[in-house]
T-cell receptor, first 115, second 112 residues
Framework: AQSVTQLGSHVSVSEGALVLLRCNYS??????LFWYVQYPNQGLQLLLK??????LVKGINGFEAEFKKSETSFHLTKPSAHMSDAAEYFC?????????????FGKGTRLSVIA | DAGVTQSPTHLIKTRGQQVTLRCSPK?????VSWYQQALGQGPQFIFQ???????QRGNFPDRFSGHQFPNYSSELNVNALLLGDSALYLC???????????FGSGTRLTVV
């Protein structure tokens, strides 16, 4: 079974500081990994995804994540936080296309950005 | 290009009642999945519909049922509502079961 653990339910950073949101996964098959962002009263928006190939993935709004198989991690980073980055962030895992498996989400990390 | 449309946006029901939530997928998408997001939690997979059939199901009781229509729209039905069914219900569409997902904004269900 696949699972995702997001370390830290709430992360607070100053505007302009580095953003680091942690995600570790468990999967018996090579996973596809995702980061989604959710603003209040909205659905989820895809930030970035890793399927195969390059392990450093760049997404929208300046975010990037690195797939580290040896550490079973897929941490999300952004060099400089903006006030508009304040939101809930979800890491998710999914089996590869060899099987039709649904997304399995972590519990989420709320990011606060302090002016 | 319209994205995923869900209705209603908010709903209040009483314990024991039944509820139907509706979803229109993004134009061109033929697969609909439903997720439940309880307060402070990540979304949890309920089930997926493709070609008008339930293709996969998560760990949810039979009180949760669904339907997909020939135009690919979908309904989620929940019977005998419990307080614990209070959540944001997200509809997700894709082109085929294994393609990328587009999320709707959700229906906020409150059971009192």
């Amino acid at each position: 079974a696949q699972s995702v653990t997001q370390l830290g339910s709430h992360v607070s950073v100053s505007e302009g500081a580095l953003v680091l949101l942690r995600c570790n996964y468990s999967s018996s098959v090579p996973p596809y990994l995702f980061w989604y962002v959710q603003y209040p009263n909205q659905g989820l928006q895809l930030l970035l995804k890793y399927t195969t190939g390059a392990t450093l993935v760049k997404g929208i709004n300046g975010f990037e994540a690195e797939f580290k198989k040896s550490e079973t991690s897929f941490h999300l980073t952004k060099p400089s936080a903006h006030m508009s980055d304040a939101a809930e962030y979800f890491c998710a895992v999914r089996g590869p296309n060899s099987g039709n498996t649904p997304l399995v989400f972590g519990k989420g990390t709320r990011l606060s950005v302090i002016a | 290009d319209a994205g995923v449309t869900q209705s209603p946006t908010h709903l209040i029901k009483t314990r024991g009642q039944q509820v139907t939530l509706r979803c229109s997928p993004k134009s061109g998408h033929d697969t609909v999945s439903w997720y439940q997001q309880a307060l402070g939690q990540g979304p949890q997979f309920i089930f997926q519909y493709y070609e008008e059939e339930e293709r996969q199901r998560g760990n949810f009781p039979d009180r949760f049922s669904g339907h997909q229509f020939p135009n690919y729209s979908s309904e989620l039905n929940v019977n005998a509502l419990l307080l614990g069914d209070s959540a944001l219900y997200l509809c997700v569409s894709s082109l085929g079961p294994q393609a990328g997902y587009t999320f709707g904004s959700g229906t906020r269900l409150t059971v009192v």
